[in-house]
């Protein structure tokens, strides 16, 4: 019995130790002085985030405004690398500092605010959800009892258990951790709808699918940095609320078919 | 069969093919370097826990069990949400292979311990009688009889991890099974049978994992053969 | 360190429910996946040990296969691939099945070296006796593989236990799946992944102290009678010191 409570805490400590390697950092606004910045996108999304597998670039409406705004902040002689996240691990890879910063189609909530700083929104979407036509499903209510394929770690859970409250129905969940899994379960059957993002949806849909006419909680996008980079937070707000104002943002979005 | 070539031909187009072989790449890197890092790990806990002294002992055997009785998804996870990787290595792949290397040298220990207890004391002994000192004897008679009667078990762990890379896709790392699933989910116009494309794709998977792995399962038995005749 | 901070904490033991369910589906998968793979490993070990050629060749493709192919990527089709033919299965059954199939091939093969490690004598001596082919299996040869064949056998129960965890990758509702879940919408990676940490050593550790006595036991060496009285009582060492 000794033996297993020396082996426990020791598992204990190792696993802290191992967790504190996660806290060491430079000082936070250390930040502002890099010269090369890496930053969170989505590779799987047209328009917003998509990867080119030919050229391996990546190419879409954050990509632009995440370039924009490293060159306003940083400098224009700043080196900005890409790096694809799934809803699941863009928020983690910011705390332990892998990564820089997130455009990755990440919707701003108070209690995510309470972990990551975010700018003002860029963009603004709505949770939508996706069937099979052949479902003969045609509306929010037709979902009643039915499985709804969502992303780990994404918004789109609490607004449709909220909906659902509200509506009297009830759904079913089964968690993914990346949109290829959410669309092959849907086109297995195994869920019966796709629901995140109506932008994140518009890259899956086919044919063979639809999108229902409801919509749910307006998803605000913002570019997520660490709760410890509040200089940073601060200096890239200023950059977007700029775009805003001078007409880029608008401009990005029109180069790439988003016009609200 | 006119559906199935077009289903064939929407899958193996050049761009996926050389993303999922570009995938494919990664997981054989992550695979070899993190066996062979667990080899050296592993041979080191392995010693600590045979020859060394009660702390080297206590730590080696703490690892070991910790490692051996957690699941490989778990530290896959754990280590790529919460640990920071210092640069040159900060790629993503690096995670994984950090992760399978603590996992695996924890494995490779028991083996490498099962080793050293098939190598007969009397070596020792021998060794001592002719003046190797402690760490020469262990290092030029010991660890090679060791190795030589471990390589089937050794080769079983390569095959192992290749196929445990798969986790990888959860943490978006993109390996051969990540970049797989892309191309099935990719979007295709309607006239595609998806249902093809699906057993296509798991074919092709199924086929590549299983020729690569075989091939290394025919190199333990050929060696085992001529081991024993 | 802000991966364990205290509020973290409380958001974990608010939400512990989830944590026992998925406790108890993983020890629900564990128990039938393993009484499957010991089933499917013991009819498969002997028939890879048979005369027959065809039953060889039948096991070894089985063995091959699962042995050379990922698991996940095993449940990954019962999950998404099968229902294509209209086999839905659930997915609690989807990870007794693929669980249990893929470490039956493993048991197999522990099963089939068991088997030839008993001497040939013991078989030729059952059919001279006039014992039936299913008859030696079962009351020589397989009585006296278990010696050697337990401690793997053990090894690869531990092995089983870990693998259920693949079930999270397909919202299999499991002890793994939980805390992913959970940590993935509380933010609270660190705790979650502790406690499940703890919880699989849990699951594991008396499975591990097992092998390791089964080890013991059978792996000694049969120690040689003592026979110095014997031979005292022949006079066998007196003579040369006459």
């Known amino acids: 019995m000794r033996k297993k409570k020396v082996q426990i805490s020791l598992l204990l400590a190792f696993v802290s130790f191992t967790a504190a390697l996660a806290g060491c950092g430079n000082s936070p606004d250390d930040i502002l002085n890099k010269k090369e910045v890496k930053v969170g996108v989505k590779n799987d999304i047209p328009n917003f985030g998509l990867m080119n597998i030919d050229t391996r670039e990546f190419e879409g409406f954050e990509i632009d405004v995440a370039k924009e705004v490293c060159k306003k902040v940083f400098g224009d002689d700043v080196k900005v690398e890409f790096e694809a996240v799934t809803a699941k691990t863009r928020g983690p890879l910011l705390e332990t500092g892998e990564l820089d910063m997130d455009a990755a189609t990440f919707t701003i909530t108070d209690e995510r605010k309470e972990t990551y700083n975010f700018s003002q929104p860029y963009y603004t979407d709505h949770v939508k959800l996706m069937v099979k036509k052949s479902s003969g499903i045609d509306d929010f209510m037709g979902l009643d009892g039915k499985t709804i394929g969502v992303s780990q770690s994404a918004t789109t859970e609490e607004s449709l258990k909220e909906a659902a409250k509200e509506a009297g129905i009830t759904l079913n969940f089964s968690e993914f951790s990346s949109y290829p899994e959410i669309k092959a379960a849907l086109d297995s059957g195994r869920v019966d709808c796709f629901s995140v993002d109506g932008s994140i949806l518009s890259g899956y849909l086919n044919d063979s699918l639809k999108l229902l006419p409801d919509e749910f909680s307006p998803q605000e996008y913002g570019i997520a940095m660490a709760k410890r980079n509040t200089k940073l937070a601060k200096e890239v707000d200023n950059v977007i609320s700029d775009m805003k104002e001078n007409g880029e943002l608008d401009k990005l979005m029109e180069k790439w078919g988003l016009n609200q | ?229 | 360190m802000s991966a364990f901070s205290v509020d973290k904490w409380e958001k974990l033991f608010d939400n512990i429910g989830p944590f026992f369910q998925g406790f108890g589906v993983t020890l629900y998968i564990v128990l039938f996946a393993l009484l499957m793979s010991l089933a499917l490993g013991v009819v498969f070990g002997v028939m890879s040990a048979s005369h027959n050629k065809i039953l060889r060749g039948i096991s070894r493709v089985y063995v091959e296969f699962f042995q050379n192919t990922p698991l996940l990527v095993q449940v990954f089709f019962l999950y998404n691939a099968l229902p294509y033919m209209n086999i839905n299965l659930s997915v609690k059954l989807i990870g007794i099945l693929g669980v249990g199939v893929y470490h039956g091939a493993y048991m197999s093969e522990v099963v089939r070296t068991g088997i030839e490690a008993v001497p040939k004598g013991q078989e030729e001596a059952a059919i001279s006796q006039g014992f039936g082919y299913t008859q030696i299996m079962k009351s020589i040869i397989l009585p006296q593989a278990l010696k050697i064949m337990l401690p793997p056998l053990t090894n690869i129960a531990a092995n089983l236990i870990k693998n259920t965890s693949i079930l999270a990758i397909i919202a299999g509702g499991d002890l793994m799946y939980q805390a992913d879940s959970f940590a993935s919408s509380t933010l609270a990676y660190g705790p979650a992944y502790l406690v499940v940490g703890i919880m699989y050593f849990i699951i594991c550790f008396p499975l591990a102290r097992l092998s390791g006595y089964l080890e013991k036991k059978f792996g000694e060496k049969p120690k040689p009678k003592d026979y110095t009285e014997l031979l005292k009582s022949y006079k066998v060492g007196e003579e040369e010191s006459k």
């Not at chain 2, 790449?25 to 002294?53: D, E, H, Q």
């Open chain 2, 1 to 229: 069969m006119n559906e199935f070539m077009a289903a064939l031909e929407s899958v193996f187009t050049k761009s996926n093919l050389i993303y999922m072989f570009r995938g494919l790449g990664v997981t054989l890197y992550v695979a070899l370097i993190s066996v062979l890092l667990s080899m050296v790990f592993g041979t080191i806990l392995a010693l600590f826990r045979s020859y060394g002294n009660k702390f080297l002992k206590g730590f080696s055997i703490v690892y070991i069990e910790l490692f051996r009785n957690t699941p490989n998804l778990l530290w896959v996870l754990a280590i790529r949400f919460m640990v920071r990787m210092p640069k040159p290595f900060d790629a993503p792949m690096y995670s994984g292979i950090l992760s399978f290397t603590l996992f695996t040298s924890a494995v490779m220990a028991e083996i490498v311990r099962g080793g050293l207890n098939s190598v007969p004391k009397g070596q020792f002994e021998a060794a001592f009688s002719q003046g190797f000192n402690f760490p020469k004897t262990i290092v030029h008679i010991i660890l090679p009889q060791c190795f030589k009667a471990i390589v089937p078990s050794m080769l079983s762990q390569v095959i192992t991890v290749i196929k445990d890379t798969s986790f990888l896709a959860q943490v978006a790392i993109e390996e051969f099974f990540n970049n797989s699933k892309w191309v099935m989910s990719a979007q295709i116009d309607s006239t595609i049978n998806q249902t093809m494309r699906v057993f296509i794709i798991f074919g092709f998977i199924s086929v590549v994992y299983f020729v690569i792995n075989f091939s290394l399962s025919c190199i333990v038995r050929s060696r085992k053969k001529r081991q024993t005749a």
